[in-house]
């Protein structure tokens, strides 16, 4: 039997006996509102139910006594002892049928219109004895009682019939089936010849001919205890004894909660005892322990158990949610659920079933368009919202996505503005992924009209704050157009939770696992290092920008030493008033993104840590905006349980709680949202704030390099790209060792050839030099300067040329004449062993790269400034490119001209004469031989418009200036591809 | 506090833990008293109060450890010097009281009872609810709840 009709069957028979408790009471007292209100629920719950389980005639019944009890309840209706007993009638014939599906799975055969007709009868207030010929129940009960042999006979006899029918309308057959079950239980089926027919026949003719004594029969059949007798209902189940209840016992949850406390309280003790034989080594108590801590384990994951349902449990009511809305709004909605079987900590499933609903009805409502608007957008006419649940490391996720619309941006924003919450400026700095953040807000729907299921604004806040009420987050991510993915991370259970334990300042703390998505070490020599911008710590990951919280900082422990920033002073006046005006100097160093062009100069970068401690980045992860907060050690992970902390200490929002762990010792659970908010990182109108950061720097960088300012020999400033550089190194004279007349500095167990930048600098004993560390994925390699300045950004206008090796010229920085250094002269000339030694495993993908020394593949480098294509130049001969380089697009179409062919165009987008897009245009116009010629954009301006631009005149692919690694691995894959 | 008092009649009497802090003489009242602990170890809490020196582990309940001298405005203990601590109930949780010894439990007969006087540090008014003479000393009362409720009121 279905899983739904059993718990249906259980709750009915439930309030059934309660019913039984009370229903004297009625007897005494036949206007008591409160017990008819209880009946009124009982019968509305079992219509509405059964509606919903495919139980036609239960329905049937409950839905017209929930007609007269609604009366009653109303006080529309006089209570009449009549009545009272036509009440238990109903009940009495509910108990009946629901007995009956218990037993056989399924309604049994039979008709109540006559308990229906007396009904809808009392319903209109007539008096029953009119409509029916029933007058006297109260005799005929009486009779009933004293002859329930024969009773019990005539309902077997009944049953047998029942039986028979039974295999036509099994539940679950095509619905042909139960067509067929239908029409053979309508009256008046003569025609149609089949024993069961026949027997059903003979009923039926019975009951037109002596329709007082069917009635009766019938009755008694149905009703086998009277009514009127309510005492009467306690001997039945001795009589007819129930068949057992299904395999199942009630408990209260209460039961469980005590019992799952106390159980994480053992697994803590375990957790003790384990640790200290760890220590002690072998000692008598091992073996016992052992066993323990097995049995322990198996406790704790059965009494988990008994905690468990499906997430099925909460969906069970969604399809027809989804069906009744497709009716409601005429639209065509499929509703696909995959890993209903995911079993999740009861408790969670409670708090998670409301803001299940209310979301899946929210796609339904809003996500979905309507048929005619799905066509037209080329989308199938049914939209489909699928429902995904799966565990993911000690989690569960929960998927809700629909190809519907997607969340339109402009109706977003207009609420915003609308309601208040930002200004249309502030709305122009967003991302759309922080504009769609804004539906979480309080109030905020952005449905045109309120229908009946959705729309009042009152929906995702309270999703939200139910969900990271349990430790879970949602995400969400919507393209308009094509749809919204809402993914909810819940923890399995509330209980028991995983937990890092981290150390700041010689301090233990408990970060729950949910919130970490992964750990990053920062060594005092590795490539990744922490920097600073104004003083806020960030850190590139993987090419994006991770706001750094200090743990010790923001819990006010001891300052990390280790971690203090060299700085340097620079109060020139701002780039603004400089008037250069090349376009190709333009970088893309997100991390010397400041916030106000005013403070550009106080962005520094440090060359991470002067000791050799390392420092852990724990990469934590609320509701879609990641941060990393730094601390000293980082330990295993340990099963905790959550204790509140102590009432003093409740306005500490950096913890969430605090628990013992196995060593005994009392460690406080950081909360990861805490932390956010404490820091002031997250505003709410700030999520996402990464790509906030990237966009608003992508504007005021525009045209500008960030510049490392550093003396090397003489007093002229140098500057150097800074997105070249490393890191900066500081490095003592003693530590400097010569070897075959190279100076070396023994650097993260390698050897570090080490160059001066000139050779005025003459290197002392017992003095710091400051080192430029240039380095790819194999080597690095140092170039000694006297003092570093500054770092600015910049713009590059080359106003001099140089004829001195290693200098490309000379510009207007910070407001005085300084020379630009070209790099790749030095790393290519001055070091050349360096070079030769990895000319077959060069930067990046080595592999590629040994391939292509085979047959060199050849790059076309198009760019007007000198500076680049000095900078790129060696890069990509280095990487076993063959590379010909020319300064603007007209001579590479006169390379064309003369037959020259290359596997790859490198080209610049701003340029003097005839810009990239133009040069794009003319290359891959037709009949050119250059058409099959894969072209990659090289610019500053990568902002989606351009790239879009870039890719409807024929580039390739788009990098941006500077990221050297990027273009390598663009251009390999392009190459690959081709 | 001090209008709480305990009423003194003639022949009455309580029992009092006698605690030291900065060689003077405290008492608490002995049904209060939990546990007496010697120095634990205890787990410094960021940001919490001054007061609140951090959190121990009491045969697996989370004790909240009070320093009292701290809470009185005396100055800090020598940290050679031992510390004891006194762990009382409060609003259904645990509190350690961190002082410097521990003595005896003292039977006090309340004619000996008298408020605070007037000119005793407020700070110590509003945690003591009066004092006892004794022949060689005078006992200051504490009284639990408001030295551990000011603690709350003043985060």
């Known amino acids: 039997m279905d899983d739904l009709i059993i718990e249906f069957i259980t709750e009915t028979n439930e309030s059934l006996d309660e019913l039984d408790m009370d229903i004297v009471n009625l007897e005494k007292n036949p206007n008591d509102k409160d017990l008819l209100g209880k009946i009124f629920r009982l019968m509305h719950t079992i219509k509405g139910t059964c509606g919903f389980l495919s139980l036609p005639r239960l329905e049937k019944v409950a839905h017209h006594a929930e007609n007269v009890l609604g009366r009653f309840r109303d006080g529309d209706l006089e209570v009449t002892a009549e009545y009272v007993t036509l009440i238990f009638e109903s009940i009495d014939q509910i108990k009946f049928i629901v007995s009956e599906i218990e037993e056989k799975g399924s309604e049994p055969e039979g008709d109540d219109s006559d308990l229906i007709a007396k009904l809808d009868a009392a319903y209109e207030g007539k008096s029953l004895s009119d409509t029916t010929s029933c007058t006297d129940s109260e005799e005929e009960k009486e009779e009933k009682s004293s002859d329930d042999q024969s009773l019990e006979s005539e309902a077997s006899e009944k049953e047998i019939v029942v039986d028979v029918k039974e295999k036509d309308i099994a539940p679950g057959d095509a619905t042909l089936d139960e067509l067929e079950a239908a029409f053979a239980a309508a009256p008046g089926m003569e025609g149609i010849v089949n024993p069961a027919d026949l027997e059903k026949e003979k009923k039926e003719k019975e009951k037109e001919k002596e329709k007082e004594k069917e009635k009766k029969e019938e009755a008694k059949a149905k009703a086998p205890a009277p009514p009127p007798l309510p005492k009467k209902e306690a001997e039945k189940p001795t009589k007819k004894p129930k068949t057992p209840p299904s395999q199942t016992l009630r408990v209260n949850v209460d039961v469980l909660e005590d019992l799952m406390t106390m159980v994480s309280e053992l697994v803590l003790t375990r957790n003790q005892l384990l640790q200290i034989t760890r220590a002690e080594g072998d000692t008598p108590f091992s073996a016992p322990l052992q066993r323990l801590n097995y049995v322990v384990s198996e406790l704790q994951e059965g009494v988990m158990k008994t905690r468990m349902q499906p997430i099925g449990n909460a969906w069970s009511k969604l399809p027809r949610i989804i069906r009744d809305l497709s009716i409601e709004l005429n639209k065509k909605i499929n509703l696909e659920m995959r890993g209903q079987d995911t079993e999740l900590d009861r408790q969670v499933l409670e708090m998670i079933k409301d803001p299940l609903t209310h979301m899946v009805r929210n796609s339904g409502d809003h996500g979905i368009e309507m048929p005619a608007e799905r066509l037209a957008a080329g989308k199938p006419e049914t939209g489909t919202i699928l429902l995904e649940a799966y565990h993911e490391g000690g989690h569960i996720v929960i998927k809700i996505s629909d190809d519907g619309k997607g969340l339109a941006e402009d109706k977003i924003k207009e609420k915003i503005i609308a309601n208040g919450l930002a200004t249309p400026e502030e709305l122009e700095d967003m991302s759309s992924q922080q504009i769609q953040q804004f539906i979480f807000k309080a109030g905020f729907s952005t449905a045109e009209k309120v229908t009946s299921v959705s729309g009042r604004g009152v929906g995702m806040d309270v999703v939200r704050t139910n969900i990271e009420k349990i430790g879970g987050a949602i995400e969400l991510k919507s393209v308009e157009g094509q749809g919204s993915v809402f993914t909810i991370k819940i923890p399995l259970t509330l209980a028991i939770v995983h937990a890092l334990i981290v150390e700041s300042s010689g301090e233990k703390f408990a970060i729950p696992q949910l919130a970490v998505k992964e750990l990053v070490m920062v060594s005092a020599h590795g490539d990744n290092s922490i920097e600073y911008i104004k003083g806020s710590p960030v850190f590139r990951l993987r090419d994006r920008l991770l706001p750094l919280i200090l743990l ?68 934590a992860d609320v509701g879609g905006y990641e941060f990393g907060i730094i601390v000293d050690k980082v330990f295993d992970t340990e099963e905790i349980v959550v204790k509140p902390v102590a009432g003093i200490l409740k306005n500490l929002e950096l913890f969430s709680g605090n628990t013992i762990l196995g060593d005994g010792s009392v460690i406080m659970i950081l909360d990861p949202n805490g932390i956010a908010n404490t820091s002031g990182s997250i505003d709410n109108n700030d999520l996402a704030n990464n790509e906030h950061i990237e966009k608003q720097h992508e504007a005021d960088s525009d045209k500008k390099t960030s510049l490392l300012l550093f003396t090397a020999g003489d007093s002229t400033p140098k500057a150097v790209p800074l997105s070249l550089i490393s890191r900066l190194e500081n490095v003592k004279s003693d530590d400097i060792e010569y070897s075959s007349g190279q100076m070396l500095v023994q650097y993260r167990e390698t050897l570090m050839p080490l160059v001066p930048f000139s050779s005025n600098i003459k290197i002392d004993n017992d003095k710091d030099y400051p080192v430029l560390v240039f380095a790819d994925k194999v080597q690095s390699m140092g170039i000694i300067v006297d003092e570093i300045i500054d770092i600015i950004e910049e713009k590059i206008d080359i106003q001099l040329g140089s004829s001195k090796c290693g200098l490309l010229g000379s510009a207007i920085i910070n407001g005085q004449a300084t020379d630009v250094v070209d790099i790749a002269h030095f790393l290519n000339n001055i070091n050349n062993d360096w070079f030769k030694d990895h000319d077959d495993t060069p930067f990046g993908e080595g592999e590629n790269a040994a391939k292509a020394g085979k047959t060199k593949k050849k790059i076309l480098l198009v760019d007007d400034s000198p500076f680049f294509r000095n900078m790129l130049t060696p890069l990509l001969s280095v990487a076993g490119y063959e590379v010909t380089t020319l300064e603007g697009p007209t001579s590479a179409l006169k390379l064309r001209e003369e037959g020259v062919n290359f596997d790859i165009i490198i080209s610049d987008i701003e340029m003097p004469d005839m810009n990239g897009f133009e040069f794009a245009q003319h290359v891959n116009s037709e009949g050119s031989q250059w058409i099959d010629t894969p072209m990659v954009a090289l610019s500053s301006h990568a902002t989606p418009k351009d790239i879009e631009r870039g890719m409807s005149v024929g580039f390739t692919n788009y990098v941006a200036k500077f990221d050297k690694d990027t273009l390598l691995n663009t251009i390999s894959q392009t190459l690959m591809d081709e | 506090m001090s209008e709480e008092t305990q009423t003194h009649t003639t022949d009455q009497s309580k029992d009092f833990l006698i605690i030291e802090i900065d060689n003077q003489k405290f008492g608490i009242p002995v049904l209060q008293v939990q546990d007496v602990l010697r120095e634990q170890e205890v787990t410094h809490v960021p940001l919490a109060p001054p007061e609140v020196l951090g959190s121990l582990n009491l ?55 008298e408020k605070n006087p007037g000119t005793l540090d407020p700070l110590w008014k509003e945690i003591s609810t009066g004092i006892y003479q004794q022949d060689d000393t005078l006992v200051v009362i504490i009284d639990v709840s408001s030295l551990l409720e000011n603690v709350e009121r003043k985060k």
Do not use: W
């Not at chain 1, 008037?579 to 333009?586: C, G, P, S, T």
């Open chain 1, 552 to 619: 010790n900082e923001v819990l006010g422990l001891e300052k990390n030493v280790s971690l203090i920033c060299e700085k340097d002073g620079n109060d020139d006046e701002d780039s603004k008033d400089s008037n250069f005006d090349e376009q190709n100097n333009v970088s893309k160093d997100d991390y010397i993104y400041d916030e106000s062009k005013d403070h550009g100069k106080d962005a520094k970068k440090c060359n991470g840590n002067n000791d050799n401690k390392n420092h852990y980045i724990v990469v």
């Open chain 2, 59 to 113: 045969r697996g309940r989370i004790v909240t450890a009070i320093d009292v001298r701290k809470r009185l405005g005396l100055p800090d203990r020598n940290p050679d010097m031992p510390s004891m601590s006194v762990v009382v109930e409060h609003k259904e949780e645990l509190f350690s009281l961190i002082i410097d010894k521990v003595g005896d439990v003292l039977n006090f007969k309340d004619k000996y009872f």
